[in-house]
């Protein structure tokens, strides 16, 4: 059965740094996310991305926050100079269409930033 | 904008019991309404869904929910859980007449199935 993939499980980064968290979504699907949840709270919408663009974002999502489809099968969330409440698991996910269509989660990353 | 509250943070229960966790929602427009569920360690898995329709709604793993538009209530059951149940439970609604796919969850339930 296909699946969506994230990598890695758990990163781990200093405070200042860059990461990069990268996600593999079903091969036929065309509309990807990333939504985060932060321990003991809801699972919070992030970014949505469709033909190679963001189609919504959510304020959360502001200019530390990038999204990009590098070669046709990767999503990445890049995180730059990450703070400590940054700290989450962050899910990607993917659907074949929009609205009705089921959106496929993947096991998301737990990052955290020490 | 949607809300969620999902009015039970944790449901303890005995195997074989019947189970109901509580989800209401707010929104000014037409939703659709989800369930998933998170085994330890795993990411979110569709239960079910409601999109139109019948309000009673099947899922995977025995699971059904009722949409009631004017209670804006949309709670999950399970006649007899296992212990295999044991998990998080979350709500979500999006707006139906959104141009993309974006949920908005609940805080989540924490189902444990005792023995």
């Known amino acids: 059965e296909p699946e969506v993939t994230q990598t890695p499980s758990h990163q781990v980064t200093q405070m200042g740094q860059e990461v990069i968290l990268r996600c593999v979504p079903i091969s036929n699907h065309l509309y990807f996310y990333w939504y985060r949840q932060i321990l003991g709270q809801k699972v919070e919408f992030l970014v949505s991305f469709y033909n190679n663009e963001i189609s919504e974002k959510s304020e959360i999502f502001d200019d530390q926050f990038s999204v990009e489809r590098p070669d046709g099968s990767n999503f990445t969330l890049k995180i730059r100079s990450t703070k400590l409440e940054d700290s989450a698991m962050y899910f990607c996910?993917?659907?074949?269409?929009?609205?009705?269509?089921?959106?496929?989660f993947g096991q998301g990353t737990r990052l955290t930033v020490v | 904008a949607q809300s969620v509250t999902q009015l039970d943070s944790q449901v303890p229960v005995f195997e074989e019991a019947p189970v109901e966790l509580r989800c209401n929602y707010s929104?000014?427009?037409?939703?659709?309404l989800f369930w998933y569920v998170q085994y330890p360690n795993q990411g979110l898995q569709l239960l079910l869904k409601y999109l139109s329709g019948s309000t009673l709604v099947k899922g995977i793993n025995g699971f059904e929910a009722e949409f009631n538009k004017s209670q804006t209530s949309f709670h999950l059951r399970k006649p007899s859980v296992h212990i295999s149940d044991t998990a998080e439970y979350f709500c979500?609604?999006?707006?139906?007449?959104?141009?993309?796919?974006?949920?908005?969850f609940g805080k989540g339930t924490l189902l444990t199935v005792n023995p």
């Open positions: 996910a993917s659907s074949k269409g929009q609205g009705d269509t089921e959106a496929f």
């Open positions: 979500a609604v999006s707006y139906s007449g959104g141009s993309n796919y974006k949920l908005t």
């Open positions: 929104s000014s427009v037409s939703v659709y």
